[in-house]
Each structure stands twice: as structure tokens, then as C-alpha cells.
């Protein structure tokens, strides 16, 4: 049983960076793969980043080489930094594990 919680969302500035940060209760390193996902209002959920267990991380396009995902496994936590922010990049911000989700946290780029 694995719980997740993300921090981090807020407003800012485009151009600006955030960090988001997706805490585990127990160990997600466990599983093979953790993913970043995004939902805006009016649009479909969209995979934004994912990263292995064994480190190997993959992007999607639009946020291909302006956003990083990482992990620590001694916090059990996984991030998503987020440079060059843009406006089409607000939405609620998830962190999904396996089959678990969590309540996300809203990302907001507006001048």
C-alpha cells in the first residue's frame, strides 16, 4: 500500500521554474516505472515525464529539455523541476506509481 502526495505547485511567472515533489509512504523504487502526468481544464490527461528504477527518464515533447525528473530513493520521493515555464504548461500536476495516484497539485503560469 503506497500513498502518494504532491507539493511544490504554485504561481508563476512564465519563464519561471518550480520544483514539484511526489512523497511516498513506503518505497516506490520498488516499482518499475514513475510518471509525471498533467490535466487542464477541457483537456485530456497527459504522460509529461517518467523515470525508471534504474534511472532512465523519458519526456514529452512539449516539455522535452525545459523540465527534469529525478529521484531520491533514500526520501522516497520523486521530482519534477520545471524550467522556461510557459502558459500551456497550468494544469494540476500528478504523480502516478503503478496503479497509485495523488491528488496532484495545481501548477499555474500567468503573468
Known amino acids: 500500500q503506497v500513498q502518494l502526495v504532491e507539493s511544490g505547485g504554485g504561481l508563476v511567472q512564465p519563464g519561471g521554474s518550480l520544483r514539484l515533489s511526489c512523497a511516498a509512504s513506503?518505497?516506490?523504487?520498488?516499482?518499475?516505472?514513475m510518471d509525471w502526468y498533467r490535466q487542464a481544464p477541457g483537456k485530456a490527461r497527459e504522460l509529461v515525464a517518467s523515470?525508471?528504477?534504474?534511472?532512465?527518464?523519458s519526456y514529452s515533447d512539449s516539455v522535452k529539455g525545459r523540465f527534469t525528473i529525478s529521484g531520491d530513493n533514500a526520501k522516497n520521493t520523486v521530482y519534477l523541476q520545471m524550467n522556461s515555464l510557459k502558459p500551456e504548461d497550468t494544469a494540476v500536476y500528478l504523480c502516478?506509481?503503478?496503479?497509485?495516484w495523488g491528488q496532484g497539485t495545481q501548477v499555474t503560469v500567468s503573468s
Open positions: 513506503g518505497s516506490i523504487f520498488n516499482f518499475n516505472v
Open positions: 523515470i525508471t528504477s534504474g534511472g532512465r527518464t
Open positions: 502516478h506509481v503503478f496503479y497509485y
